[in-house]
């Protein structure tokens, strides 16, 4: 049966947050305090926190120093998932993956679906793992993190929720 199971007590993921962009700032990241209240308010420790450039080499260098940090987890990243020249998030995100988690960005694009329809296929969310840590990177509008986050991320980072979820599988990650 689907649903939080009650008689399993909650693990705290540690999750770092990643917000790409050219433009913001700590003052002007709302999209990056929309995961931070998020992830805090659902329990989760927030391991880190930073803003890179829409850069290819500087996102992987985050990335990777990160899924290196025995300490974290999971990586949320929010912005650069357009189509946009300045767009390369996925790319970053994609080759740093030691498997792609296809089924995310197809969930996340049919739940926006319902908000913002067509407009949908504008976003290029993906997620993946790396080095025992899950990577997600989201649009860069705060809707969308809230909707990723309240629609997939809270129940899949709870080792409450049945049938299975993200949690329970991290220490087999690494597996060989």
């Known amino acids: 049966m689907a649903g939080s199971d009650p008689t399993i007590l909650f693990k705290p ?4 947050v990643l917000t790409v962009s050219d433009t913001r700032d700590p003052a002007t990241d709302r999209s990056g305090q929309t995961l931070v209240d998020r992830l805090t308010q659902a329990g989760h420790t927030l391991i880190d926190r930073a803003i890179v450039r829409d850069d290819i080499p500087a996102i992987v260098e985050r990335l990777r120093a990160w ?6 987890d999971v990586v949320i990243a929010t912005g650069g998932t357009g189509v946009t020249g300045r767009d390369v998030t996925p790319e970053a995100f994609k080759s740093v993956y030691e498997k ?3 089924g995310f960005g197809e969930l996340f694009r049919m739940l926006s679906y319902q908000k913002i329809k067509t407009s949908t296929i504008q976003s290029r969310a993906t997620a993946g793992v ?5 990577l ?3 649009p860069g509008s705060p809707g969308a993190c809230r909707d990723a986050w309240d629609k997939i991320l809270v129940h899949q980072l709870d080792i409450r929720q049945k049938p299975c979820n993200f949690v329970e599988l991290m220490p087999r990650l690494q597996e060989r």
């Not at 993921?13 to 770092?16: K, T």
């Open 130 to 134: 790396a080095g025992g840590t899950y």
């Open 13 to 16: 993921v540690q999750i770092a």
């Open 67 to 72: 899924i290196a940090d025995p300490g974290v």
């Open 100 to 102: 792609e988690i296809e």
């Open 136 to 138: 997600f990177a989201l």
